[in-house]
């Protein structure tokens, strides 16, 4: 099992305009990384960065597969079958020079397992971990979990001794604002080291001189500035202009412009990535709406009616110029439980919904806060727009707050909110991971991000027998299971799946990560 703007960002912002006397790769998009605690966050972003800095014991390629990262080999035990044992990479040093070895996994499992780590979920059936030699880790799970090694690839590592030292033990609380020194300063093994770092602003890494893939990697990149501009219009000029050189988040509308441009080329593929919204239908009443002592969301027909007032066909031809997929469940196709009987789109049918709504007993409707980022996925304010017209129509009266994703996430970790617009990837390429942060009853250990207040113990029951089932018929069926609970019960609003479109200088030669993680030591120049 081994193995495989405009004026105002000039020069001073974004480094040398020339990749190829520097090999400085001036890298944009839309968002910062939240955080540089490895286990503060579990967002795209932020592990893409992470990605650059420090590594997990496997991760994937640019084309998605499992490839060995601080672990070279990976197996079940032969003696207990709860318990996989990875064989670590020698000779590997952080960027401090210290040596990495069993204790540091150790120490950073235990970390993103602790309360505060958005993380735990994914080692929710971990029992203990523990090194047998210095080069030797076992993990043992609470019955044997056949998917254990899908679920460390964002799981990043930290040099237990820099951690004690810099008072960096626990993981930053990132939903009550805590600043931390782990979440402002670096020590990983990865290609790239920090430089400087001001959060929204800029961020510079360069090529670690001791990084232990130098013979394995090309790394021609040396040298990363990576800037996040929120403006659509003002990040594209940056890359027509020239100032920068890569770009995630390639707004739809400009693909065409920027694809036409000399030097430049579009790069795009279909992405591990589902776009919905979330309705809080567990509270007896919700704060953001006008119907005193009821909650119109605990009613399933006005979900219904909701869904149905969607018009996914719509979204995709005006707001993502075709660049988008219509969904019709929170599970990209990538992703094992995926069928297209679930992903069907449902029916965009107003008189319906209408009728749904007046059998609720919401004939007129009601008015309600939607909340969503601006600068996290495509166009996702503009989606928040649209669906407030669509919702117009059925006689609910939206209200949208928009604004960053470093305010807008906590707002549904904390139960803040009560509409709101999330984006779901899933690095294990199972339905699993869904099933413990979005599906699973709210808790210390599940459910992180089920803003929905959704609970069902069978439910959840199930979700946990996924862990240890070694059978993978009978896994699947579970899985199937739970899927129809969560389609019955319209948990979620599906809009569609994201395609991802990157920008760049046409002599970058790289593949579109099908997780939206791209990793420069991968990048090449031809």
Not at 13 to 35: E, P, Q, V
Not at 178 to 203: H, W
Not at 469 to 476: F, G, Q, S, V
Request: aromatic share 8%; proline share 5%.
């Amino acid at each position: 099992m081994k193995k495989r703007l405009f004026a105002l960002t000039t020069a001073l912002l974004f480094g040398a305009s020339s990749i190829a006397a520097a090999k400085t790769l001036n890298w944009a998009r839309s968002g910062d990384s939240l955080t540089l605690d490895p286990h503060a966050q579990n967002e795209g972003p932020t592990h893409t960065m992470s990605h650059q800095i420090y590594e997990p014991l496997v991760l994937r390629d640019s084309e998605g597969i499992i490839e060995a990262g601080l672990a070279t080999e990976w197996a079940p035990s032969t003696k207990n079958p709860n318990i996989w044992v990875f064989q670590l990479r020698k000779g590997v040093k952080f960027h401090n020079g210290a040596e990495f070895d069993s204790e540091d996994v150790v120490f950073s499992l235990n970390r993103a397992m602790s309360v505060n780590s958005d993380m735990k979920e994914l080692l929710a059936s971990v029992k203990v971990v523990r090194a047998t030699g210095k080069h030797t880790v076992e993990i043992e799970t609470k019955g044997p979990n056949p998917i254990m090694v899908n679920n460390l690839t964002n799981m990043f590592i930290m040099d237990k001794d820099w951690a004690v030292a810099n008072k960096a033990v626990d993981v930053q609380d990132f939903e009550s604002g805590e600043e931390t020194f782990s979440s402002r300063n670096t020590n990983g093994t990865g290609p790239y080291k920090l430089v400087s770092r001001e959060a929204d602003s800029k961020t510079v890494l360069e090529i670690f001189d001791g990084y232990w893939g130098k013979d394995q990697f090309p790394l021609e990149v040396t040298k990363i500035v990576y800037t996040p501009i929120q403006n659509a219009a003002t990040r594209v000029a940056a890359l027509l202009s020239g100032e920068v050189h890569f770009m995630q988040d390639l707004p739809v509308q400009d693909l065409q412009r920027v694809a036409r441009k000399a030097g430049l080329k579009v790069e795009k593929a279909p992405q591990n990535r589902v776009i919905f919204f979330g309705l809080n239908q567990g509270d007896a009443d919700l704060k953001s709406d006008n119907v005193s002592g009821k909650n119109p969301f605990a009613e399933k027909r006005v979900r219904q009616a909701m869904n149905m007032a969607i018009n996914r066909g719509a979204i995709q031809k005006v707001v993502m110029r075709d660049q988008s997929i219509p969904a019709g469940v929170a599970l990209p196709p990538f992703v094992n439980g995926w069928t297209k009987e679930l992903d069907r789109v449902p029916e965009n049918n107003i008189k319906k919904a209408q009728q749904l709504m007046a059998e609720a007993g919401y004939p007129k409707g009601f008015t309600v806060t939607l909340n969503c980022p601006n600068d996290r996925y495509i166009n996702d304010e503009a989606i928040c727009q649209a669906i407030v017209g669509m919702m117009a129509k059925i006689g609910i009266k939206v209200n949208l707050d928009a604004k960053p994703k470093a305010q807008f996430f906590p707002m549904i970790n904390t139960l803040a909110t009560d509409f709101y617009m999330l984006g779901w990837g899933v690095p294990t390429f199972d339905s699993e991971y869904i099933f413990n942060f979005l599906v699973h009853t709210k808790g210390p250990k599940y459910g992180s991000w089920n803003g929905t207040r959704f609970s069902n113990q069978e439910v959840d029951a199930m979700i946990k027998s996924l862990a240890s089932e070694t059978n993978l018929k009978k896994r699947n069926a579970t899985i199937a299971e739970i899927w129809k609970v969560v389609q019955e019960e319209v948990l979620y609003l599906p809009v569609h799946h994201q395609v991802l479109n990157w920008g760049m200088t046409e002599d970058i030669q790289t593949i579109v990560q099908p997780e939206d993680q791209p990793k420069m030591k991968y990048f090449t120049y031809k």
